[in-house]
């Protein structure tokens, strides 16, 4: 409790004095525009200050003969987040995949989806690390999320995709 105070209580701080604070300009120089200066403070990076976050791993799967689809959803639960939290962002990783099939036949993974408890969607590029989101500001952090592959195959014959690590972190306040 103490931390989340003094995390608002900074935040707070930091606001009053970017609000109090004047933009300066240089004097005109003949001929010259003026130029000035601001500063620009993100409302995300204020609430990140008192942000909790809670991680889960799910192991999302696609198998293909030919084409391109979505693979079904893969649920996490985040059943133990406090009632009320709400979002500041979403982070999502695939990790390293395994595949099976003939050496001929790949599956591509570019892109997977993530989907809100609300059934709100948000499609995110595949990253060799992991991808961020503020889509979800303000949802509702607590229940079930899911995440969904999207898979092209490349070649010929049947081929599966699996991710055995992938991980959603909701990043929350309360």
Do not use: C
């Not at 993530?114 to 059934?119: E, F, I, S, V």
């Not at 999320?145 to 991980?167: C, D, E, M, R």
Request: charged share 15%.
């Amino acid at each position: 409790m103490k931390k989340r105070l003094l995390a608002g209580l900074l935040a707070a701080m930091m606001m009053v004095s970017m609000l109090a604070t004047t933009a300066f300009a240089a004097g005109p120089v003949a001929d010259e525009e003026p130029e000035v200066y601001s500063v620009t403070v993100s409302a995300a990076d204020l609430l990140a200050f008192g942000e909790s976050s809670m991680s889960k791993t799910v192991a999302p799967s696609l198998g293909l003969n030919s084409g391109s689809e979505w693979s079904l959803p893969v649920t996490a639960r985040f059943s133990t987040i406090p009632t009320g939290a709400t979002v500041v962002k979403v982070k999502a990783s695939l990790g390293k995949p395994t595949s099976s099939g003939p050496i001929t036949a790949v599956i591509s993974v570019d892109r997977f989806r993530l989907t809100a408890p609300d059934g709100k969607s948000v499609d995110l590029a595949r990253s060799t690390m992991a991808s961020e989101t503020t889509a979800f500001n303000g949802n509702v952090a607590k229940g079930n999320w899911q995440l969904s592959i999207y898979g092209q195959h490349v070649g010929s014959g049947y081929s599966a995709i699996k991710f055995p690590n992938a991980t959603i972190t909701i990043y929350y306040t309360v």
